[in-house]
């Protein structure tokens, strides 16, 4: 198959021989043009020239032009035809029909053209006819076309032998205008010299009668004429036709030269050899210089190939705006691959990197057009580094050539960065040293010189150790510093110090030392140990925290946790002393939030359960009506199922609303969980509140704690009925946001966000009291109507979810609060169970039911035994461990209650795990103070009230893994 870029070439170097494109218009060719005009009857005859992209009208007849383009001519797919194109109608052929010559002006419907053809064959043009009207050709017309044609090629031939002789003829006058500068001597066939030029003269210093009858070998070095070089010369022009030769030669008076030389043979005008002509000039400057020359490319090329700096010369390419879209590699320094991890010699630099940066054209576009050199860093994404680069232009402007100098300089711009990071970090740390040591906070520090074991410190330091400030400051050893250590602290303290340094990096540890009034305080050592680069430890600087206060409000607190585990002796007394110390308690557990909500809620809730009582009541007396038929019967069982339904929901939203049940960040849908809590919400704000809320169709997700978010959103109602003195209007509206706008003194973050929005149609808040509406305890209102810890909770909330929360509000047109939290991707697919949904059967397993409540505990042995499982009930968890201990094997399944006298149902679960590894636990509870601190421990939990379904389903779950 041919291959037509080649040849496309090889066709326009044909063309380029005859030099005929944009010449003037020669007669000859316009004669010819007017005559295939009228012999083929035809408005229009072109000789035309195809050239790169064009065609170039040398004649033409009925046109008026004398080029268009390429790619809407006749001629560009006729030059692809062996000798002729001919073309009936244009409309009519799939070629043409689409052509805008065609289509549109001048409407051009007919075609014929004959091809201009070189010796090779190439097709260099064409001669051709058009017309506006479809129509054909004689034959006579053909021929004439293809005739015609040849004389145009005749001619053109006819032009280039001209111009070669032309061309021969100014070649010999400009050897004889410049023979003064060459040296032409002519010898016999024994080397005598028989003619002697006036410029062999002027070279070589001799005149002719100081030459004539002497030896050719006469300006040949000594060294050339012992080494026979003359003789050799002679030689090879007999046998190639010409010597050449580039060496020293020798002029009158011994002065060397050197020249540039031919030898070739002189014969007479019958043909026959008569001896040898020598032509000389004298090159000893541009030798030199060229020595000198090449000697510099070597200095320059070693220098090139070994310098540290990477160095390439690129060409900018320019698109039709003049606007630099690209580059190429010319020529590149072994540095740059080095330097740039890549070879790109000869290649275009979007080969590589298609998505380079724009600033790098632009840049080099900038120097390639306007010579401005220019410095600068920048980092390049395909490369992944940084460059310090330095970009000149150089050679001929039109090149668009410039060369470029550059430094891989990552590895200083990432030690700058982790730099300023460590210098920002330092300068925190300072800060909070200074304000710590203000504040009392750190009591002293350190530097430990561990090769030494010399401690240096400060004055606080040695007076929390009992030490003499003095020797602080000269050195004092480990041991020194650790005898006021309590006794009981000192050896876990020597563990952590050879732990620490054995490692290196952060410590941080907490035990006793015995100060100067003879009392044992608790401090917190935190420091750092540093490693030289062959491990060996080298130093340890550290400061003492003062955690006696923070131990000792601990220790409150465990005090506290204790003395209300107490109070759960009896009820009555619980009951009395837990109304006693709510305040303390709620503090202390950090419920205070959710209590003024809670009693908010409280007459609410009682409305909704006494609803949901009246429908379970009155069903239960319809079904006691004799004579009641299936239809009904069953109607009113499934009103009672339902409302017990709705019932567990309510329960469960109170629960979760007062931290009453396992709690921990989940990925949920911010939509559902608002459009669950809104029928709380208006329970709380009163039938005078109009609630609204406007959800997106896509879910949005969040991962935080799903309690906390509605304890939020609760609070933030609160307030907002509160507001509005228990009548107006509140809208809650979930949507995405990109980016949180900077809040208070926190800037902006980018990212995606969800945002959570209640506004009222209250009074809005005051200017003054905007930044102050999150302290803790800051309230409007008055005594005993509120705690001002609400909208602290939605502060805290959003701040540790790693959003914000932003108030607007103008006074009298209400108040807007908006949630900020980061959006996460929601969870992939569903946690249903495959498989069939019917009630799963027992087939025979035998389950332990271990439960302190008879009644329950009857009811979960029949219900188990109408699914088809054995059953065995133990009233507590140490009856259970005695039948296990009987015949643990008998057992499939334990399903154990959670709250139950002495060991609880989870540390039963612990124990059997413990003691029967492949016996699974199955927990049930309503409410659990263990699951809402801790978790199920992974054990699986169905929660009360349940249904016969629920707990089939979760048997059959924990007997599948076993």
Known sequence: MTDLPAREKQRLAALAEYDLMDTPREAAFDEIAELVAAICEAPIAIVNLIGDGRQFFK????????????????????????????????????????????TGEPHLRFYAGALLKSPDGFPIGTLCVLDYRPRDLTEVQKQTIRVMARQVMVQFEQRVATGRLIAAEARQRAIVD??????????????????????AERVLGWSEDEVIGRSVFLFFTD???????????????????????????????????????????????AGRHTGYVKVLRDRTEEHLAGEALRKAQQRFQTIFDTVDAAFAIVEVKFDEDDK?????????????????????????????????????????????????????????????????????RVGDPADRQIAIIFNDVTARREAEERLRVSEAVARQNVERVKLALEAGA??????????????????????????????GRSGIPLAQITATVHPDDQAGLTEAINAVIARSGSYAHQYRVRRADGRYYWIEANGRVDHAPDGT?????????????????????????????????????????????????????????????????????????????????GSIDLLRRPGLSDERRQRYIDAISDTAERATKLTNQLLAFARRQSLKPEVFDVSESVRTVSDMVRTLTGARIKVSHRLPTEPCYIDADRSQFDTAIVNMAVNARDAMNGAGELSIVVAAASGMPAIRSHPATPGEFVTVSLTDSGPGIPADNIERIFEPFFTTKGVG??????????????????????????????????????????????????????????????????????????????????????????????????????????????????????????????????????????????YSEVLAQSGTHGFELVHKPYSIDTLSRALKKVSRRR
């Open 537 to 617: 430890p080298l130093s340890f600087p550290g400061v003492l925290i003062d955690v006696e206060e923070r131990r000792s409000i601990a220790a409150e607190r465990d005090r506290a946790v204790a003395d209300l585990r107490a109070l759960a002796e009896t009820l009555e007394q619980r009951v009395a002393e837990r109304t006693a110390d709510l305040g303390q308690a709620e503090d202390a557990l950090r419920q205070s939030q959710k209590v003024e909500a809670i009693g908010q809620l409280t007459g609410g809730v009682a409305h909704d359960f006494n609803n949901l009582l009246t429908v379970i009541r």
């Open 223 to 269: 060294e050339d004429r012992a080494a026979g070089v003359p003789v050799q010369e002679m030689a090879c022009a007999r046998e190639t036709g010409r010597a050449t030769d580039e060496r020293w030669h020798v002029r009158k008076g011994d002065e060397p030269f050197w020249a540039s030389g031919e030898l070739s043979l002189l014969r007479d005008s």
């Open 785 to 926: 109507e509120g705690t001002g810890l609400g909208l602290s909770q939605v502060f805290g909330f959003t701040k540790q979810s790693g959003g914000g929360v932003v108030v607007t509000s103008d006074e009298g047109e209400g108040a807007t609060f908006t949630m900020f939290l980061p959006r996460v991707d929601g969870l992939d697919g569903g946690a249903a169970e495959e498989g069939d949904n019917s009630l799963p059967l027992g087939e025979g397993a035998c389950v332990l039911v271990v439960e302190d409540n008879a009644e329950v505990g009857m009811f979960a042995t029949e219900a188990l035994g109408e699914l088809g499982y054995h059953t065995v009930l133990a009233m507590d968890a140490s009856k259970a461990l005695a039948e296990l201990a009987t015949d643990a094997g008998r057992f499939d399944i334990v399903f154990s209650d959670v709250m139950m006298p002495g060991m609880s149902g989870i540390e039963l679960g612990q124990e059997i795990g413990r003691l029967y590894p492949k016996l699974p636990v199955v927990l049930t509870s309503g």
């Open 442 to 471: 750190i009591i002293g520090t350190w530097h430990w010189d561990l090769p030494s074991d010399q401690f240096t410190v400060d004055e606080a330091f040695a007076r929390a150790f009992g030490l003499d400030p003095a020797l």
């Open 324 to 392: 630099a879209v690209d580059y190429r590699f010319v020529e590149a320094n072994p540095a740059f691959e080095r330097q740039s991890g890549v070879n790109l010699r000869g290649k275009w630099v979007t080969e590589f990197a298609p998505d380079l940066e724009q600033f790098w054209f632009e840049t080099y576009g900038h120097v390639a057009k306007t010579g401005e050199a220019t410095n600068f860093e920048n980092y390049a994404e395909a490369f992944q580094r940084w460059f310090d680069v330095r970009a000149v």
């Open 59 to 102: 004649a033409e007849v009925g046109l008026g032009v004398r080029e268009t383009p390429l790619e809407t001519s006749f001629c560009g797919r006729a030059i692809l035809e062996d000798e002729f194109l001919l073309v009936p109608d244009a409309t009519d052929d799939p070629r043409f029909d689409c052509n805008p010559l065609v």
């Open 178 to 199: 410049s023979a003064q500068d060459f040296a032409i001597v002519a010898c016999d066939l024994e080397g005598r010299i028989i003619e002697w030029s006036y410029g």
